[in-house]
């Protein structure tokens, strides 16, 4: 097999993976990872695409392939020559490439919302809550209104009363009473 034909081979194969992935094929899924315990803690997978991730790696591949071909034929470089362009011209095009997924990753956003995030702010009760006993409320929280369930240390809040979120325990608020200003 002569050098050209590798490339080409390479080049090709290259060409090939990015279609595939075009239609979803491939190995590269972009899972994003996060966990609320309830707690302090959050955990959560945002750093971004990885410079050997599968979209990386097949533009590097098509790169050197197609590289090493235009070298080889277009300037009939030595073919330790036409090797060297094949890898800088793939790294430059999967550095490029990886570049463009960090920009297009960095612009995703997250409509999750933790516990931590309800503390602290206003809400209305919409069942009434009575002592040692459950009711509900209404909190808007980044931008989303939500409905959890709600308890309070000491007394009764009743029905369109505004309170405080003081902290989240098994998904159930624990709330106080704002005071009227």
Not at 113 to 138: A, H, R, W, Y
Request: with cysteine; aromatic share 10%; hydrophobic share 45%.
């Amino acid at each position: 097999m002569t050098l050209l034909t590798f490339f080409y081979i390479v080049g090709i194969l290259g060409i090939v993976l990015v279609l595939l992935s075009l239609f979803g094929v491939g190995g590269d899924h972009d899972f994003d990872h996060s966990f609320d315990s309830g707690g302090d803690s959050d955990s959560s997978s945002d750093s971004g695409p990885s410079l050997f991730s599968y979209r990386v790696i097949i533009s590097f591949i098509t790169a050197f392939g197609m590289g090493g071909v235009l070298t080889y034929r277009l300037s009939e470089a030595t073919p330790l020559w036409s090797v060297f362009a094949g890898i800088i011209t793939g790294i430059v095009v999967a550095l490029i490439v990886w570049g463009l997924l960090k920009i297009t990753f960095s612009q995703q956003a997250s409509s999750l919302i933790n516990d931590k995030d309800f503390i602290g702010m206003s809400g209305i009760v919409t069942i009434p809550i009575f002592s040692n006993q459950i009711g509900e409320i209404s909190v808007v929280v980044n931008g989303q209104k939500k409905i959890l369930m709600a308890t309070v240390d000491s007394g009764e809040c009743p029905e369109g009363a505004l309170i405080q979120v003081k902290e989240i325990n098994a998904g159930i608020a624990l709330v106080e009473l704002k005071p009227k200003n």
